[in-house]
């Protein structure tokens, strides 16, 4: 079976007799991740993208995404690939490594992680920081005068278009996060810790529909 992802394919439009290329994403939360998420707004002739908020924590977050895999075999209508975005938060450690390992037995189906949570990925956008910070801090290091310059509200449905600008800035941090971790996969239980920008990067090429090729 080839090893190949589904946005490393072909980049030809899609024909009108070609099945539309679905991909799912399933967050946690109704707000912040699915706000910032649905920004990217992709394109339906290269793919849709489905983000399904309020699906709770960790290890049932993802049981949740395999039912809807499930759902969309028998239905005819497959997902092509499948992220599961989780916060660690304070939620048992047990919880958050079935999550993984959960998701570890499907190809087609990955955890997307913050540590501690989704607002880490904006502070990056912002500053680089590999020292830990608690969820409860990031609301107010996000609203100083020289970030976001207001009081962060994780309900701001305004936030993929405030941090849209400075994307490449985030992606380039995350990764020298990922890097000062060696690419240890023990990293999901450091804090700060975060793997968002392997998932934006991919919405970025389906939403410019350049599959296969890449963009930052």
Known sequence: MSSTKPWERSNKRRSANRPLRRFLIVCEDEKSSVYYLRGFNIPVEYAEVVTEGGAGNTCFLVQKALKLREQAIYDRTPYAYIWCVIDRNSFPKENYDKAFQLAKGFGDVEVIWANQCFELWYLLHFCYRNTAIERDELPSELSRADRLGKKYDKADKSIHGTLRDKTATAIAHAQQLEDYYGGDLKSVHENP???????????????????????L
């Open 193 to 215: 810790s975060t793997n968002i920008h392997h998932l934006v990067k991919q919405l970025i090429k389906l939403k410019d529909g350049l599959v296969g090729q890449a963009v």
